[in-house]
């Protein structure tokens, strides 16, 4: 398992401003928690809520192929 922290900032209120993913050794994303500036946070992992997304050249996310509208 590798774990992986970003910081994003910006001023879009219903964006998060803090991204925490667990991936695994395929560096496939099993979990996440989107912390937002207002203090409120999602939790969502590959069992249920959010499907498991391929990110092998992360930290660089392949747009619009994972997650809400992907």
Excluded: Q
């Amino acid at each position: 398992m590798k774990y992986v922290k970003v910081r994003w900032i910006h001023t879009l209120p219903d964006e998060p401003v803090m991204l925490y993913s667990e991936l695994n050794d395929d560096m496939w994303e099993t979990r996440k928690v989107e912390v937002y500036a207002d203090g409120r946070s999602d939790f969502a992992n590959s069992e249920g809520g959010w499907p498991s997304c391929p990110n092998p050249a992360f930290p660089f996310f392949p747009v619009g192929s994972c997650g809400p509208g992907g």
